[in-house]
Each structure stands twice: as structure tokens, then as C-alpha cells.
């Protein structure tokens, strides 16, 4: 069935670039999303691309994705303390239009 | 702004009582979604609703009962709770148009003791 994984924990040094990865199984996967949650919220999309495109770029946070290997990428540039949360990475297929599966979630913290 | 808003941020329940959790949203989203969300395991899909009086099995669907007459309205519905459903509970809301992602209330931490 589809999967979506994705490590659990991340610590970056503030100012340093973060890298999130996720991997997919489901290849006919359309769109793919990554979500934020902070402390205490619920889920916030934070950015998604088509599953045509290699790469979206939106202020700091640039996604890629290798379609040949499932694999997305997030990445946010200097990062912030603001930026501590929790990221999940979210796919949606041709063959599930309503359904979204969800990765686990990768926690990432922040250090001075 | 879409609004998907969660009638209580943290409940308390005792093993055996019935539960319901409410969820509202505001942008006359057909598709509305209750998850579960344990550490380690991410978003489970309980149940979702793509109409009213629509439902359809998540993943984990047992223990939980849905209930949604009207659009803007999807309970979830615990008939006789379990410590095993201590979690935090998370509703959604989307338009029918498979391009559309999902919108998420800010949760439900229920603790059944």
C-alpha cells in the first residue's frame, strides 16, 4: 500500500540550512505537500508541488523532488528558532483523490 | 481564511463514557476528515466524510463512529472510550477538487484515565 517515511527527529544550528527528507512509495503520487505544526496547533500547509515539477522555491523554503527515486526534500534556508516544529511531508494519488497519507512527522529543533 | 475549528482544545474522560468531538468549518468544504495523531506514527485516518450524511472507513476506523448532517459539521464519535484512544485528535476540511489540500483545525488532546 502507499507509505510515506520520513526521520523523526532533525537539530540544526540556527542561521544553517535545514534539510527534511521523506520517501514515498506510491507512484502514481500527483501532489506532495509538506505541513508544519508548532506546538500545540494543528497541521499548516506550508508548501506542496505537482508531481510534474522538480523543484519549487517559495522565500526560504525550496522543495525538490526526484520522482525516479520518490524522494522530496524540504529545505529552509537561515533557519529561525520560530522554525521549530514538527514537519510532516504528505502525499496525495490519482488512485485516492479525497485521501491524503501522511509521514511521520520529522521534529526539528533548533540550537544556538 | 479558511476556518476549521474544534469545540475543545483538552478533555479529560473516564474508560466507558461516550465522547463526541465536534468540528466546524466555515468555507462550504464538501470533504471533511477526523485523524489520530500518536508520536512516532504520524496522522491516521479515522474516518472521512466527501457529503452529508457520507462516510467512509479510514485506517483505523474501530472504536469511532461518525456523524455528519450537515456540511459544515463532522463529529466523531467515541460509543464507549478506551485508554487506547488517548491521543490528540485532529480535524480537516478540503474541497472536492483533488487539487485542493486539506485544512486543519488546531486539535483535541482527549485523555481517557
Known amino acids: 500500500g502507499e507509505d510515506v517515511e520520513q526521520s523523526l527527529f532533525l537539530s540544526v544550528r540556527e542561521g544553517d540550512s535545514s534539510v527534511i527528507n521523506c520517501t514515498y512509495t506510491d507512484s502514481s503520487s500527483t501532489y506532495l505537500y509538506w505541513y508544519k505544526q508548532e506546538p500545540g496547533a494543528g497541521l499548516q500547509l506550508l508548501t506542496y508541488i505537482f508531481s510534474n515539477m522538480d523543484m519549487k522555491q517559495d522565500q526560504r523554503l525550496t522543495v525538490l523532488l526526484n520522482k525516479k527515486d520518490k524522494h522530496l526534500s524540504l529545505r529552509i534556508a537561515d533557519t529561525q528558532t520560530g522554525d521549530s516544529a514538527i514537519y510532516f511531508c504528505?502525499?496525495?494519488?490519482?488512485?485516492?483523490?479525497?485521501?491524503?497519507?501522511f509521514g511521520s512527522g520529522t521534529r526539528l529543533s533548533i540550537r544556538p | 481564511d479558511v476556518k476549521v475549528t474544534q469545540s475543545s482544545r483538552y478533555l479529560v474522560k473516564r474508560t466507558g463514557e461516550k465522547v463526541f468531538l465536534e468540528c466546524v468549518q466555515d468555507m462550504d468544504h464538501e470533504n471533511m476528515f477526523w485523524y489520530r495523531q500518536d508520536p512516532g506514527l504520524g496522522l491516521r485516518l479515522i474516518y472521512f466524510?466527501?457529503?452529508?450524511?457520507?462516510?467512509e472507513k479510514g485506517d483505523i476506523p474501530e472504536g469511532y463512529s461518525v456523524s455528519r448532517e450537515k456540511k459544515e459539521r463532522f463529529s466523531l464519535i467515541l460509543e464507549s472510550a478506551s485508554t487506547n484512544q488517548t491521543s490528540m485528535y485532529l480535524c480537516?476540511?478540503?474541497?472536492?477538487?483533488?487539487?485542493?489540500?486539506?485544512?486543519f483545525g488546531p486539535g483535541t488532546r482527549l485523555l481517557v484515565l
Open positions: 480537516a476540511s478540503s474541497l472536492m477538487d483533488r487539487r485542493e489540500t486539506q485544512y
Open positions: 466524510s466527501y457529503d452529508v450524511k457520507m462516510k
Open positions: 504528505a502525499e496525495r494519488s490519482d488512485s485516492s483523490a479525497s485521501k491524503i497519507i
